[in-house]
C-alpha cells in the first residue's frame, strides 16, 4: 500500500507528486528532502525512515523516485514497483531525465492512476498499457466503440497482457541470455563470492494466441529425463560437450504469464507470450561460475612517496570467443601526486578526478594474457591514517552466460493459425556482463 | 562567472569556484574536487620550486575546498611559506589558512610561531595586526605559551601605533579567556588601567573590554580604573555629537565605548572619593536628560545607541542601589518604554523595572505604573514579554496593591500561555498567602486558582492552603462552606475535590447546623465525585467518610453500606481495599470515645518555610526570587508534608512524641489500633504500615507513608530469605520475608480471656518459634517459622497483639502465599 509517489530532480524539486492516501500529509514531500537529498551526509540506504514514514527511493541520473508510506509494507514490493515504473516510463518518452518528465507530466500522472489504484500496484504491463494510454489526441485516434469496449474486455480479462487478433507476415521470435557476473576474489586467488544474475529477455512477434514451451539444461529437469529415460545421458549428447551439462538455479522469478502451476508440478515454462518485447525469467546462480576473467595484482610500496602497481589479466574461456569493453580500474591513494603507466595492450589513463587509473582494452579473445605496470608517486603528507587499498575493479562483456545456462528448445504452438514451431524464425543470444568483478589487491 | 579583477584576483580560484558552483550533482562536484586536489599535489610536488603567486592560488583553493568540507591532509608546509612573504596578500592568505587549519603538528607549530615572532618584532604594524589577529584566532595553548609574556608589551610600549594596540589588547583578552593562568598582568597592570586615558578612542573601546574581563577576576588590583573611567564618561557624555568625529554613531557620541564603560563600572561599588562620585552621578543625570531630549534624527540606529546607553546607566543606578533620587528618574523614565512602539523596548522596560521594584527607594515609584503593567499583561502578543509582564506585577506586589494583583492575575490565568501558568499559579499562591489581610480572601483565592487552573496546580498548592485552615481557627467555618459550595459545581477538578474532602472531613461539623449542607448532604456531594478521581484521591475520600462516621454518627449506616459495597471492599487496589476494610471494622467495633479519640481533628502544622516558594525558587533558579519574599517568607506558617526529615510513621502524627511509642498514645485506650511500631526492627517496620494505615487520617501523609512502607517491602522483595524456628533468631538475622505479595490480615474477635502460657503453646503447636525480645511490646508475640509443604516450604511470620483490657487481639500473618497466610489466620483464629 504505497501511500505516495514523487519524482524529485537533483535539486530537489518536486517534478511529480502523487498521494494515493490520506495519511500521507503534503510535509512528506519536504521530509525526504531535507532528509535524504539534501543531507549532510550522504543517504546511502534506499529505505528512509521519517517520523514513522517510510521513503524508498530510487536515483536514475539524477532524478530522485521516492514512494512514501505509513503502514508495514512489503518493501521488496515497492522497489520492484518503482523499477517497474521506470520501465514503464522510459518505453513511453525514453531516457528518463529531468526534461522528459517535464515533458511528459500529463502522461506521468495518468500513468500513476492507471498503475497504482489506492497504492495498491495494478496491470504495469507496457504493451497493455499503451492500448489505452496513448501519447496522441483524442481527436487523432479513431478507435470505434467496440474497439474499445475490446480493449476494456483484454485488459480485464484473463490473458491481460496480449490482444487477440495479432497477426504478421513473418512469425519471428529473439530470445537474449543476459547474465552479470558477480564476483569478490583475494589478491591470492581465492574467490570470496561469486555469483551471477541473469535475465532472459525475448522478443516474440507472432500470430494468434500461440502457446510457448522454454526449455533450458536445468539441473532438476535434466536429472529427472536422466533417471526416467535411457543410461544414456540425453543432455550430454544433446549439448556436445561444451563444458557443463547442466545448472543449479538458486532461485528464478517469472513473468506474469508463465503458468506457475505448471512450473511447479512439471517445471517446465510455459505461457502465452505477450507481444512485443519483454523479461520472461530472472534467476541467480551461485555454483559453477564461469569466471571470465582473472585479475592478478601486484602492489609494492616503494618508501614512502612511491608506489610501484602491477597488474594482469588472464581471460579464460574458449580462444575463439571475444570479450568486449574491457575496462580495469585501478585505485590510487589519496595523496597521489604523480603517475606514470605502461601497458601493452590498450589504453591507460591516470583519472584524477575519480582517484583511479583506468586501463581500456577494446577486445580481447580467449585464453590471453595482459599486464599493465604503474609508478605512482605519492605527496608526504602528515595524516597517519593508512591507504585502505580499495579493491581493483573491472567491467567487460563477453559472448557466452557465465552460469553456464543453455536454451535447449523454446517450442511454439498455435492450433488455430497454420502455422507450426518450424515456420517461427528464432534467434537467441547469449551476453555476461561484468557486474561487481573485484580482486581486492 | 564572477568578474575578476586584474590585480590581486587569482584567476584560477575564480574558475574553480564558479565550476564548483556550477556542478550540477555532488558526485560531480567530488569528482571537480578530487581533480584539483590531484593537480595542486602534483604541483606542491613538482620540482620546480613554485613563485608566490601560485602558491596562494592553491593554498586559497584548499581553504575553499576545506571549508566546503573535505579533508585536507596536506599544504600546511606551503601556508608557513606564504607567512615569511613580504607581499600583504601572501602573508595574509597564509595566515588565514594556519587560522583555520591548524593542527597540533609539533614540527609545524614551530616554524609558524617562529614567524609570528619575526612578524610580531617588525615593525611594520600591518604585518604586526595579522600576527595578532592569528593568535587571537587560533587561542591554543601552545600560542598563549609562547607570546602571552610579548603581547602586554606591544600593548604598553609607547612608539606602538594605535591600530596594533588595538589588536593587542583583543588579542590579550582572547588569551587570557582560554587560559587565565598564562596570562599574568602583575606589572603591566597600572599602564593598561592607563589605555582608558589614550588619546584613541578606538584603543580605549578595545583596553576597556580586556580591563573589564580582567577586573572581574582580581577587582582589587584594577580598583584605580573607577576615577578614570568616570572620566572618561563625563568627557564623552558631556561632549558636542560633533566633538568626536569619527566615533559619533548617529548623533550619539561613542555609544559603544559608553556602554562599555557603564558596564566597567558595575564591576565596582559606588566610588568612595566625593568628587567622583559626584562627577558620575551628574554624568548619569545627563544621561537620563539626554534620552529626554527630542531624537535628533529618526533612523533607529539613533534611538537604538541612545537606549543602549540609557539602559546601561539605568543598570548602573540598580547596581549602586543608593541614589533614591536617580532610581525614581530611572523608574519613571522605562515608564515611558512600557508603551513604547517597540517590543523590544517594552521588554527590556519590563525587565529593569523588575529589578528597580525590589529596590526599597524606587518600589513605590514602580507600583504607579500599575495599571499599565497590567494592561501589559493583557494585550501583549510576544509571550516572553508577557512573562516579564508577570514577573514585574508579583515583584511589584504589596499589601496595598496585593488584592488587585491577585484578582488580575487570576483573570489573566484562564487565558494564559500554558508555558507560564504553572508559575503564575504559583506566583498566585505565594502572593495571597504572604499578603492574606483576612483569611477568607485566601480562601476564596486558592479555591478559585483551583477552579481556573486546576492542572497547573501543584501538590504543595492545596497542601498549603490545607495547612494554614488547620492552623487557624478563624478561618476554619467560612472554608468548609467555601468549599462545600465550590463542590457544588457539576464538573470540579481533582484538586478541589482533595481539598473539599480534607476539609469537609475535618470541619464539615461547623456548617452541618444549615439544613442545606447537612451531613448527608455533604457525604452525598463528596460521593458523587468519588468515582471520578484517581485512585489517591479516593483514598483521601475514604478516610473523609470514617471522619464523617464520627463527626455526625447519624451518617454511620449510610457510610457503612458504601464501605461494604464490593467496588470498595472487593476493590482491586490493595490501599483502597485496605481501607475500606479496616474503617469498615473500625466503625462497627470501636465504641464512639475510641473513635472520637483515633479521628480527632488534625491537629496544628509546626511552622516551616513555605513548600511553594521552595518550589518557585527551584523553578526559576536561584536569585530570581527578590530578597524581600525570602524575608517574608520566615515569618509564614509551617508545611504541610514538607521536607525530608519526616521519616516513616513517626511524623505522621504530629503529636506523637516518639516513634517507638504508640501512635496515637492508644495504649491507655481501647487497644483497636495497638500496633507498636518500632524503628529499629525492620520487621516490625513493615508491619507497622497496618498501624498507621488505621490511624493515619491525612491520605497524602498516609500515602506517603504507605510509599515508605513499599519501599521496604522492594527491599525485602530482592531477597531470598531463609526463616528457621530458631530461638535465638535476632532481629538482625530477620532480615528476611520472601515473599510476593506482602499480606497482612488482621482479625478482631472478642478476646478471649486467656495465658500468656497458653498462647505460647498454641503458638509452639503450630511449630512456630517465639522470638523474643523483637517487639518493644514485651505483650507481643512474634513468631517466625517455615511451613512444610509437600511441593515446597513457605516461610511466614506471625504476630499477636494481645491487649487485656478491650478484650481484643489483633493477628498478623505474613507469608510466601497468600493462600497459606489466609488458612493460617482461620486457623488460629479458631483457636483463640
Known sequence: MIGGLFIYNHKGEVLISRVYRDDIGRNAVDAFRVNVIHARQQVRSPVTNIARTSFFHIKRSNIWLAAVTKQNVNAAMVFEFLYKMCDVMSAYFGKISEENIKNNFVLIYELLDEILDFGYPQNSETGALKTFITQQGIKGQHQTKEEQSQITSQVTGQIGWRREGIKYRRNELFLDVLESVNLLMSPQGQV???????????????????????????????????????????GKSELGGSGKQSIAIDDCTFHQCVRLSKFDSERSISFIPPDGEYELMRYRTTKDIILPFRVIPLVREVGRTKLEVKVVIKSNFKPSLLAQKIEVRIPTPLNTSGVQVICMKGKAKYKASENAIVWKIKRMAGMKESQISAEIELLPTNDKKKWARPPISMNFEVPFAPSGLKVRYLKVFESKLNYSDHDVIKWVRYIGRSGIYETRC | MPAVSKGDGMRGLAVFISDIRNCKSKEAEIKRINKELANIRSKFKGDKALDGYSKKKYVCKLLFIFLLGHDIDFGHMEAVNLLSSNKYTEKQIGYLFISVLVNSNSELIRLINNAIKNDLSSRNPTFMCLALHCIANVGSREMAEAFAGEIPRILVAGDTMDSVKQSAALCLLRLYKTSPDLVLMGEWTSRVVHLLNDQHMGVVTAAISLITCLSQKNPDEFKTCVSLAVSRLSRIVSSASTDLQDYTYYFVPAPWLSCKLLRLLQCYPPPEDGAVKGRLVECLETILNKAQEPPKSKKVQHSNAKNAILFEAISLIIHYDSEPNLLVRACNQLGQFLQHRETNLRYLALESMCTLASSEFSHEAVKTHIETVINALKTERDVSVRQRAADLLYAMCDRSNAKQIVAEMLSYLETADYSIREEMVLKVAILAEKYAVDYSWYVDTILNLIRIAGDYVSEEVWYRVIQIVINRDDVQGYAAKTVFEALQAPACHENMVKV??????????????????????????????????????????????????????????????????????????????????????????????????????????????????????????????????????????????????????SSAIASTPSPSADLLGLRTGPPVTAAAPSTGSLLVDVFSEAGVNDDGFLSTQVSKIYNTVLVVFGYFNKKILHIVPLNDLSERELVTINEQTPQGVFVMAPFLKMFRALTCTILLGLGMALLENVDPNPENFVCAGVIQTKAQQVGSLLRLEPNAQAQMYRLTVRSSKDTVSKRLCELLAEQF
Open chain 2, 500 to 649: 473539599g474532602g480534607y476539609i469537609l472531613g475535618e470541619f464539615g461539623n461547623l456548617i452541618a447546623g444549615d439544613p442545606r449542607s447537612s451531613p448527608l448532604v455533604q457525604f452525598n456531594l463528596l460521593h458523587s465525585k468519588f468515582h471520578l478521581c484517581s485512585v489517591p484521591t479516593r483514598a483521601l475520600l475514604l478516610s473523609a467518610y470514617i471522619k464523617f462516621i464520627n463527626l455526625f454518627p447519624e451518617t454511620k449506616s449510610t457510610i457503612q453500606e458504601v464501605l461494604r459495597s464490593d467496588s470498595q471492599i472487593r476493590n482491586s487496589d490493595v490501599e483502597l481495599q485496605q481501607r475500606a476494610v479496616e474503617y469498615l471494622k473500625l466503625s462497627s467495633i470501636a465504641s464512639t470515645d475510641v473513635l472520637a479519640t483515633v479521628l480527632e481533628e488534625m491537629p496544628p502544622f509546626p511552622e516551616r518555610e513555605s513548600s511553594i516558594l521552595a518550589k518557585l525558587k527551584k523553578k526559576k533558579g536561584p536569585g530570581a526570587v527578590s530578597v524581600n519574599e525570602l524575608e517574608e517568607g520566615k515569618r509564614e506558617g509551617g508545611e504541610l508534608n514538607g521536607g525530608g526529615e519526616r521519616g516513616g510513621d
Open chain 1, 192 to 234: 570470496l563470492s561469486a555469483h551471477v544474475s541473469g535475465r532472459v529477455v525475448m522478443k516474440s512477434y507472432l500470430s494468434g494466441m500461440p502457446e510457448c514451451k522454454f526449455g533450458m539444461n536445468d539441473k532438476i529437469v535434466i536429472d529427472k529425463q536422466g533417471k526416467g529415460g535411457t543410461t544414456d545421458d540425453p
